[in-house]
């Protein structure tokens, strides 16, 4: 039907010897969509989601105890009999990137050759953050470093001050340097190289085409989009819940109103509103305006703290954790004859589970950043600088935290993870600092605002994948995701609380992993195959040149 | 000369529904010839696939060739120009605003569906142009 000319691919009067594109497709960006009511979305893959979803929220309201048990047990089923799963694709996908940046594959460019980069670094790394890991660093800053310190991973009890505390860190910095943004990376590589390169919609079934070849636009396309929408939902609405339980425990303990049901249910409806006015606004005028503020409280507040606390240590440890981290690397990131199961399951497993989850999320707003940068350059700063600036953020706040126990004595936030109230170890941290009421304000506002963008970017990236790869299909669309994200997240805090949010994304991490190792096949056919492309067009070209020499 | 009610005329175009702008073009081609003005027509796109184009740069070209046709068929000087933004479905108008006041447009003329339940909650682009803006705009239904 579609006239070959119009995609931009040339057919017709070339040489026969010319190379041929062999992943171009006819699919027209949204020719699989329906328009009921004005508005524009995939067909099935809008109904399954949105049905699946409302189903999913109706069961957890009306038996939130039968819920709650089921969720309940599914994340340990999950996390002990899948654990080499995501322990090995978590290793598979770093290693993977470094193939890709060593290989030749690593100088193609994303969106051809003469494409030109459409954000600065600092604001392209910044937006990284924003997205949605926010809510993480705000929670797990100050309990992550505490809590290897009292429980050591590697079973390695009875090391020396000085031991326990590089261990503590080193594990803390594995769980969120380099291996959540290799998985974020491969994703956001593979959407942002087959819609920018190729021309097919950004959606995450257009990855697996050298793969599926045509039929990835049926079922198995289908599959694989569902399955993305799944994981974003169920990965945000995770992040979104430690959002309400550290936001409603820093209200509670600044203002004293009391830690209930209420407070946190209240939290997701005020912050649903708010970030519907952002979804309303649109990304330059929501998401961007806020994820930059947000950006600069955060490092004030990270500046504070290094200064307040003791920032001649932090300095120092900063290199002493990197290299910490380096040493560890290894057995950490192994599966075989461990024993310290509660690391490795409660910790690792689940990180890693959570990371692939919220990875086509990230991954779509990472494609959306990143024309104009070769794959090279793209994987190495998209790994290195955000792995950079969390080891100097958690460094920050778990060296504090560590001067306090081990110099001061001092007990709060021990407590705090002793007695499983983690909401409450950021705000028991800045308490032995100076103007402790301000920076816990400072920190509750953090968390609130990063919980508006992640939602939002959510409800815009979930659209996204409902709508065929559209990216101006109408803004009710979005708010519809929108008001879910937020029933989600209510739904499943009646249902269980927060693990019952972990079980989920646990859930929907495993088939998506699948997905991940599928798409980094994919994306090394595609990228191996353009390669090629370019190298015979440039013969061509030089060809070409030297008989049109010769004829001058 | 310095008497002529309109010089330029810009009309936004949805590349993706070209067949619902008749009217409205053939209005903005009939004012034109009646004034002796010249058209631009104005698109938006974003620089991800989309329904029109698989990227900026085939979209700038279809919508040129796109004004060339006009511009043969109606004997109106017409132009085009394509503005790529990050967010088209939330900063459209916004968008179209400023190019055609950057483009110094004196006219907008632009199509528009009839109301239904979703105007009620989200306005329509005509809509909000014609109530936001401080160009004239004639609106043509159908």
Redesign the interface.
Known sequence: MQQSTDSGHQSGDEPVDEPVDEYVSDFEVGQDNVQPFGLDFHQPVFAISAIAVIVFVAFTLAFPQLAANWFGDLRPWLTTKFDFFFMAAGNIFVLFCIALIVLPVGKVRIGGPDAEPMYSYASWVSMLFAAGIGIGIMFYAVLEPMNHLLTPPLGMENLSEEAQRELAMAATVFHWAIHPWAIYGIVGLALAFFAYNKGLPLIVRSAMYPIFGERVWGWPGHVIDVLAVFATLFGLATSLGYGAEQSAGGLSYLFGISEGHMVKLTIIVVITIMALISVLRGLDGGIKILSESNMIMAAVLGLFVLLVGPTLTTLGAIFDNTVAYFRYLPALSNWVGREDMYFMHDWTTFYWSWWIAFSPFVGMFIARISTGRTVREFLLVSILAPSFIFIVWMTIFGTGAMDQYFLRGYEGVVDTVRNFQPELSLFMFLAEYPLATLTSGIGILLVLIFFVTSMDSGALVVDTMTAGGKIDAPIAQRVFWCVFLGLIGIALMEGGGLSSLQALALATGFPFGIVILLMSVSLYKGLAAELQLLEAQAEAEAEAEQAEGERA | MTDKLYRHIGVPVDM?HREKLGKALTTAMELARCYDARVTLVAVT??????A???P??FRAKLAAFAAELAEDAGVPVDAQTEV????????DKALDRQFHELGVDLVVMASHVP???EY??HSNAGFLASHTDLSVFVVRG
Not at chain 2, 46 to 51: M, N, Q, T, V, Y
Not at chain 2, 85 to 92: E, Q, S, V
């Open positions: 993706a974003s620089p991800a696939p989309g329904e184009a698989h990227n740069k085939e933004i990050g967010d088209p479905a939330a900063d459209l239904g339940f979703r909650i989200f």
